[in-house]
């Protein structure tokens, strides 16, 4: 059951995306490996031949965002801890919402500040200042002393809107199709 279930979720699009970008091949390969068996840190970095403390690095990230735990125990014969990691793959799907969730938030708040404010740009080099601050300095601007005129942000209002209805969609409806779609752009 636990090995189905992590493989299914691997070919998730959206899945594998998360992990080339947050842990790399490396990583990848790890999970792989860590899919329906618990085993120590040491093991995998000699089965996949990796270096250990990258392999340590990978499953720390993991533990970051709870997608692994470990088990401690004592070697009695040399005295040293070993670690023993466990995956908790499906956690995946609520981390990467998470982060949508994040961008969300983020996107929102520029959306709310494009809505809010009246812009202006130079006609020499496009910088772009709220209206307040072009007019204290004369609708010059602060970079060549060039003409500022007022600057339609239509276009940045409407990419900010459809980025944050698509994402809204997403989180709603977390399904592979969605998670597909949204890679496509
Ligand atoms: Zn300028």
């Known amino acids: 059951m636990k090995m189905e279930n992590g493989s299914a ?3 998730d699009s959206n899945v ?35 270096k250990l403390n990258l392999a340590r690095k990978i499953l720390y990230k993991l533990y970051d965002y709870r997608l692994a735990s470990y088990a401690r125990t004592k070697d009695k014969d040399i ?4 670690y023993t990691w466990t ?26 500040y494009e809505t ?15 209206y307040d601050i072009a007019s204290e300095r004369e609708f ?4 060549c002393e060039g ?9 940045v209002v409407e990419r900010l809107e459809s980025e944050i209805a698509k994402l809204q969609d997403e989180i709603e409806k977390p399904s592979s199709d969605a998670f597909s779609a949204s890679r496509m752009q």
């Open 9 to 11: 979720i691997l070919e």
């Open 16 to 50: 594998r995306q998360f992990f080339e970008e947050t842990l790399g091949d490396e990583g990848i390969k790890i999970i792989h490996t860590l899919i329906g068996r618990d085993a120590t840190d040491e093991s995998i970095a000699e089965e996949l031949g990796i």
């Open 79 to 82: 005295g040293w801890y070993i």
């Open 87 to 112: 995956l908790n793959l499906p956690r995946v799907r609520d981390v990467i919402i998470e982060r949508k969730k994040r961008v969300l938030d983020d996107l929102s708040s520029r959306l709310d």
């Open 116 to 130: 809010n404010t009246v812009f202006f740009s130079c006609t020499n080099d496009r910088f772009r200042i709220p």
């Open 140 to 143: 010059r601007c602060p970079q």
């Open 147 to 155: 003409t500022l005129e007022f600057s339609n942000n239509q276009v």
